[in-house]
């Protein structure tokens, strides 16, 4: 898709220089997807500690047992 954006040149030319990217497209998606990553990482991160994955996967062992 094709996208105009108002990126300052000096911002572009790091980015360019910084991911070793071919062209600035290139760059730019480059680092939006390591964005994305680190974002979906962070809120991964912060459910540490309120998801407790042990007892559920405990329950539902017993009810896959009971079905039997």
Do not use: C, P, W
Not at 16 to 23: D, F, P, V
Not at 45 to 66: A, I, P, Q
């Amino acid at each position: 898709m094709r996208t105009t954006l108002n990126i300052k040149d000096d911002v572009i030319k790091m980015i360019t220089q910084l991911t070793g990217a071919k062209n600035r497209s290139q760059a730019v998606n480059e680092v939006l997807e390591i964005y994305i990553r680190e974002r979906q990482l962070n809120n991964l991160l912060k459910l540490k500690g309120k998801l407790h994955l042990d007892d559920n996967l405990h329950k539902l062992r017993e009810m896959e047992l009971e079905e039997k």
